[in-house]
């Protein structure tokens, strides 16, 4: 029979091969039953910044592709919550014409130094990049900003930084900073977390020669 029809399919091996592309126990909720809020967060500039650590962290080892895969999903999830959310809010606002122009743009330029291109209210164009998280807002927003961000933050009009916090949820909460980089030494505080290095180098043969 098995020469027929086969063997039967083992499940558990099937879910081990899975697993490598697929993180189990994480599925999100339908996109189509999560409703965003705006919510409105003021900035601390008196009190000193704090970078979250954990001392004494024990010696382990990191799976940076599951680690990669996860964040990518997860940042994947912000942008549709996000787009979702601005379409509703311009339709709202009685600018369905603006909210059918919405584009998002990392799924075509992931170079493009933002990730969706919105609308505001009056017809200029808003230009957001979108940081996911999956915890809750607290008295810290923690984020990666590329020097490719940086630098369209500093050139472009209405560059916004949205940050969605409890992306897993149905109920995420988006805080939305217009001009971040005006914040900076106001309760910003950016710090480098690599750099890249340029050798100039020549062939010892060539420079014997």
């Known amino acids: 029979l098995y020469t027929i029809f086969g063997r039967p399919v083992n499940k558990n091996k099937t879910h081990e091969k899975l697993r490598k592309y697929i993180d189990f126990g994480e599925d999100y909720p339908k996109i189509s039953r999560v409703k965003a809020d705006f919510i409105d967060l003021n900035v601390i500039s008196k009190e000193p910044l704090k ?29 549709l919550i996000v787009l ?3 379409k509703t809010y311009l339709k709202e606002n009685g600018r369905h014409d603006l909210a059918k122009k919405i584009e998002h743009v990392s799924k075509k330029d992931t170079n ?16 957001i990049e979108v940081k996911s998280t999956a915890s809750s807002f607290k008295n810290i927003a923690n984020f ?22 409890e992306a897993k949820s149905e109920n995420p909460k988006i805080w939305r900073i217009k001009d971040p980089i005006a914040l900076k030494g106001k309760g910003l505080k950016m710090s480098p977390l690599s750099f890249r290095v ?4 020549e062939n010892k043969n ?4």
């Open 198 to 201: 340029v050798i100039n180098i």
């Open 144 to 165: 990666i900003l590329t020097s490719n961000e940086y630098d369209k933050a500093q050139r472009l009009k209405n560059y916004y930084i949205y940050i969605v916090f």
């Open 112 to 127: 493009a130094g933002y990730d969706i291109l919105s609308f505001e209210l009056n017809g200029e164009e808003k230009f």
């Open 206 to 209: 060539d420079e014997a020669n």
């Open 84 to 86: 979702k959310k601005e």
């Open 51 to 79: 970078v979250p650590h954990k001392p004494n962290q024990a010696p382990r080892i990191i799976d940076f592709e599951k680690e990669n895969r996860r964040n990518k999903r997860l940042g994947d999830r912000g942008e």
